[in-house]
């Protein structure tokens, strides 16, 4: 059975593990998830998500190493969380927030002010353990322990390594604890106030470990049946210290008012010895089945889907089948985004969206390999990425050199140094109106988002185009195909990957929750920034391996049809 551990804690908090270590240990002990709960900060987020990715990439494509423990690897799941502290009538009560929507802005908003809250209280705690004798201050917390959101047990640590205690225990017994004459206390939001804030930011919101707070049991049922009305969705029913009447009673606890069970081990690392990841003194165990339990407590969360054209979205005859258009249609109901991303330039793009009436709310069209990000509701761009004309000029000038056609855009034309073979085949599918200018930068007014190379003959001519412009740009520019007859050439900052990233920023949709589907090399980039990655089964064999996803049918028999309506 799989196992999970929902309350863990890193580094950027009072942990003493990175994101990625606890990514490794979690993976080495089989767990299916984990959710990174650190006080008050949600800084190791990213981290953890990154390590994860590239762990559960590895397993896919068969690059993992032997786990040292022996055990077989399994995908792995990292909970975007946190652990406020709360204050609730003289006690301090814990909230925790599992799937938060932890890049929202009001949310990392709310995050500082706890961090400016809490960096307060510690200067006013470095004085008064300064005027003990206590060699301190706030400056040599942060260098003692830096990248942390300091709290008190990094206070008892350094207290314990400067020879001031002889214990952590101690540190608390004398100088940190509640009823210290130097503790200061910090301000604090009331536990309902957090329990909206999480549920404001998307998460579930969770009672921590009850009976560490040393409550009657009416004092308790008081408290859950107000966080219940605030909107609490479940209790630390399953937690390392717990002894069996403990659980029994907090399984009652939430039966009583209709509350999920949540588990955790509350994993410090060294600064909770003994205490091990998901199985805490040795007896904790979470099933996976808790975490589904919660996951049915999910609001229903905005996704986004973005589609290459060719060869992805669009069958051989450049049309949308009927039951793909229906799945386009479902996706969109269900309030979830749609973006075309191409490398067509972007007016290419929006005579697609006109021909083939893509009239859908919340969609997007991304053209030029990213370069550009148009709003179809607002009917404005929001990004746009571009190269100067010094690379630009480079290219179309090294192109010419080896007789090369290349050619850009404006807003309105494609500029090319001449009408020829090239630029007739590609036109047979872009009818983008189009400017003959031999020296293509003398008609451009701004830095295109892209140029395209094109040989329709010989692909080691194109090739040796490609690496004699690599070194010439210097890791500034992409070069990709997106097939075997064109070069994309556009800026190393844009890409179909960063597009990704830059939507779901601007749209506050966690990269958790976007879809990717390519079938060429300039679509690798997306499907790997998504955190779904989809090819096509007719995609190149390196895009297949780089995808979570391979369709089933091709682009012509509605290849992502289905995996659209399963991710509905």
């Known amino acids: ?102 890049e929202a802005p009001f949310f990392k908003k709310q995050i500082q002010d706890f961090v400016d809250s809490r960096i307060t209280r510690n200067q006013k705690m470095c004085a008064n353990l300064k005027e003990a004798g206590i060699d301190i201050s706030y400056e040599k917390l942060l260098s003692a322990f830096p990248g942390s959101v300091i709290t008190r047990g990094h206070y008892a640590r350094y207290l314990l390594e400067h020879d001031y205690v002889k214990s952590m225990p101690e540190a608390f017994d004398r100088y940190l604890g509640d009823h210290t004459k130097y503790f200061v206390p910090r301000e604090k939001v009331t536990p309902s106030q957090a329990v909206k804030l999480i549920l404001k930011a998307k998460g579930l919101p969770i009672l921590a470990h009850p009976p560490l ?178 690379q630009t000029a480079l290219v179309t000038k090294t192109a010419r050199e080896q007789g090369i056609h290349c050619h850009t855009y404006t807003d309105t034309h494609i500029v090319s140094p001449a009408d020829d073979e090239q630029l007739q085949y590609y036109r047979r599918v872009i009818h983008t109106p189009v400017l003959i200018c031999e020296d293509v930068v003398s008609a451009l007014d701004k830095g295109p988002c892209k140029c395209i190379a094109i040989e329709l003959h010989d692909r080691d001519k194109l090739e040796h185009f490609r690496k004699t412009l690599l070194p010439l740009v210097d890791g500034e520019l992409n070069l990709l195909y997106s097939n075997d007859r064109y070069l994309e050439i556009f800026p190393a900052a844009s890409g179909k990957g960063s597009a990704v990233r830059t939507l779901c920023s601007f749209l506050h949709i966690p990269l958790t929750d976007a879809l990717a589907a390519g079938d060429e090399a300039n679509d690798i980039s997306m499907i790997q920034a998504a955190g779904t990655g989809i090819a096509m089964r007719n995609a190149k064999e390196e895009v297949r391996d780089a995808a979570d996803i391979v369709t089933a049918a091709d682009n012509d028999h509605d290849g992502l049809a289905a995996v659209l309506l399963a991710n509905l």
């Open 1 to 102: 059975m799989n196992i999970v551990d929902l309350h863990v804690h890193s580094n950027k908090s009072d942990g003493s593990l990175t994101p990625p270590e606890l990514v490794q240990l979690a993976a080495e002990k089989g767990l299916s998830a984990f959710a990174l709960t650190d006080h008050d900060t949600t800084d190791g987020i990213a981290e953890a998500l990154a390590a994860a990715g590239e762990y559960n990439r590895k397993l896919a494509d068969g690059t993992l190493p032997p786990l040292s423990s022996g055990i077989c690897p399994r995908p792995l799941e990292v909970i975007p969380g946190i652990e406020f502290s709360t204050e609730y009538e003289g006690k301090d009560i814990h909230i925790v927030g599992l799937y938060i929507d932890w």
């Open 213 to 390: 707070y040393h409550m009657s049991d009416a004092r308790l049922d008081q408290l859950v049946s107000r966080l219940k009305d605030a909107g609490l969705v479940g209790i630390e029913a399953i937690y390392s210290t717990y002894n069996t009447a403990e659980e029994r009673q907090m399984r009652a606890l939430a039966s009583k008012y209709g509350l999920c069970i949540s588990g955790g081990s509350d994993f410090h690392g060294a600064n909770k010895p003994k205490l091990e990841l998901a199985t805490g003194y040795g007896k904790l165990f979470i099933p996976e089945d808790i975490l589904t339990g919660l996951k049915e407590k999910l609001p229903r969360r905005k996704k986004i889907f973005f589609t290459d054209l060719d060869g992805t979205l669009l069958n051989h005859e450049k049309k949308i089948t009927p039951d793909t258009r229906s799945a386009l249609e479902k996706w969109t109901a269900a309030g979830h985004h749609f973006a075309i991303c191409t490398g067509r330039a972007l007016d290419s793009a929006m005579e697609v969206q006109r021909t083939l009436q893509l009239d859908f709310p919340g969609m997007y069209l991304i053209g030029s390999n990213g370069g550009e990000i148009y709003d179809c509701d607002s009917g404005r761009i929001v990004s746009r990425t571009a190269l100067t004309m010094e």
